[in-house]
């Protein structure tokens, strides 16, 4: 776990508040979820055969003796919020969140055991059209950000009926395989062994990729739902490459799934990955239910922004104000705030502390301020304040403080 220091924040809001806007211009609604849950919620929804529930989770006993968790993921919270809330009834909803998950893992670059995500989660909508519109929305993510070196892979898994057929086709192979596979992996065998194509054991890889294909179980109407996904990419001018080894970490998932992965963040490639979950509502107790989203690492994403330069960084104030004499910290204040509220948007640090002027005078400086405001005995007397420009070279000037919000806006510009 780490910390966020202020230097670092600039980044950050760049990122979210990017989220932010374009969420709610596809007409997403924000949702916050506790980061504490019951920990049968994950349980039942990521499922207990699985490296996040078995290791990963941060759990423990309340005073009451209930087993709670930090949340590792907000899909489940969002579908149970929803649930108590009421929303999921014969509704559509278009929703987004983010805010910080925690796992225990091995930290890596842009990996970290507490790590912010956000997402989208959408309900009551079957088509492959609402699959689109996320993968839309991140790809215009990616724009905005100008970032590079970013790559979509997609995949079917096709419906329940499709996967409990690849199912079986699946164990028998890796049963015939059973010596080659790692210890999770033989535990995995008879509870999921879909995650198997997950695994990152390099001596397993000739061995995955010779096993057989969830494609080959697919029905046609499996086939079309992602042919229509496909149509929709197509005709968006949306570059992606199909994946038929992808089948994302989670047991929710149905039909689509998707990962946007980098090259540049070394083997943890993954900045952004959803797909389809119609089962999940109704696995938490609702009724059936159509759902999909997706989720994307904060961290990771801010590295990239580092990595190719395109990071927004501190740029200082825009006004720093200081002062001479004892008299002149009152008066100082007040011109202060009436300058802040008629100009709210001004990034204005008024000295403190006390000190000399000589003093005062680098801390400005220091601040990144494009202009210093003076107020002296001799400024208070005669109703003014002293300019001082601190990055460009023009003489020092004094204004009247009645004029000085005018005067500050057109010095600015």
Sequence with gaps: MHDILPADMPAWNQLEDAYRALAESYGYRQIRTPIVEKTALFARSIGEITDIVEKEMYSFEDRNGDSLSLRPENTASVVRAGLQAGLLQDQQHRLWYSGPMFRHERPQKGRYRQFHQLGAETFGIAGADIEAELILLAARLWKRLDLDAIELQINSLGSSRCRQKFRTVLVEYFRDHYQALDEDSQRRLESNPLRILDSKNVEMQNMIEAAPTLQDSLDQESRDH???????????????????RLVRGLDYYCHTVFEWVTDTLGAQGTV????????????????????????MGCERLIAMLHDQGKADSESGCDVYLLMRGENSVARAQQIAESIRDQMPRLELVVHAGAGSFKSQMRKADKSGAQIALILGESEIEAGTVAVKFLRKDEAQAEILQSDVVTQLASLLD
């Design 226 to 244: 992602f042919s229509e996904l496909t149509d929709i990419l197509d005709q968006t001018s949306v570059p992606y490459q199909v994946n038929r």
């Design 272 to 295: 952004c990955g959803g797909g389809r979950y119609d089962s999940l509502v109704e696995q938490l107790g609702g009724k059936p239910n159509y759902a999909a989203g997706f989720s």
